[in-house]
């Protein structure tokens, strides 16, 4: 490479590492921005129903503009209390998110990026046990079952017809194979590993 080659590559580099570092600072203060609109928007917001309920409120209404000031106050307070149920209390945002998460069709079949990512993993990972197998002439349990479960998964998308009731039928087969996986172990539960040191270390861990 000559020079000169070399002069415009590490001109391009410092362009494309401007243009990133420009995005992010933009992006990360777009965010702050977004952010101080909120409360900006909570004041205003507050400061407009203590303006058209002042005069209502007595206590408030005789000290004119600090009255106004102090309803304005309490009333943000009122919906930082709010908040504060909302997000520490009740927790609601987590039922939110498990709306949208059973709303969204890729929780029950596979994104664009599944269909070929993992397709080629679990092809790879198959292909090597099927050579193990059949060198070591062992069989393996459930391979026709899990072949079968993977290609149809992989061939859904939210276009299925009634994809919902695949994805049923599917857990079902995985279930099936999950039983007989499952019955194989020599060990029932946890605490055949467990000793009881590791036990006591989890009484006191659940009571903190």
């Keep these: 490479m000559s020079k000169k080659e070399k002069q415009i590559k590490k001109k391009k580099t410092k362009v494309n590492n401007f243009w990133l570092w420009s995005k992010f600072f933009f992006m990360k203060w777009r965010f702050r921005l977004d952010q101080a609109r909120a409360i900006f928007g909570l004041l205003t917001f507050a400061g407009l129903l203590a303006v058209g309920y ?6 408030f209404d005789r000290l004119g503009f ?6 304005t106050l309490i009333i943000f307070f009122v919906f930082l209390v709010g908040g504060y149920l909302y997000d520490r209390v009740f927790s609601l945002w987590s039922e939110n998110q498990a709306v949208n998460i059973l709303r969204n069709p890729y929780t029950y079949v596979p994104s664009p990026k599944e269909q070929w990512y993992v397709m080629i993993i679990y092809g790879y990972i198959f292909n090597s046990l099927n ?12 391979e026709d079952e899990i072949r079968l479960f993977l290609q149809h998964y992989l061939s859904m998308n939210p276009n299925t017809p009634n994809f919902i009731g695949e994805v049923e039928k599917l857990k079902v087969i995985s279930k099936h194979i999950e039983e007989s996986f499952m019955q194989s172990g020599k060990i029932a539960n946890y605490d ?17």
Excluded: C, H, P, R
């Design 54 to 59: 002042v005069e209502y409120i007595s206590v």
């Design 66 to 71: 600090w009255g106004v000031v102090i309803f």
């Design 131 to 142: 050579q193990i197998a059949n060198k070591l002439e062992i069989t393996l349990d459930n």
């Design 192 to 208: 055949e590993v467990l000793t009881e040191k590791d036990k006591e270390v989890m009484k006191s861990k659940s009571k903190e």
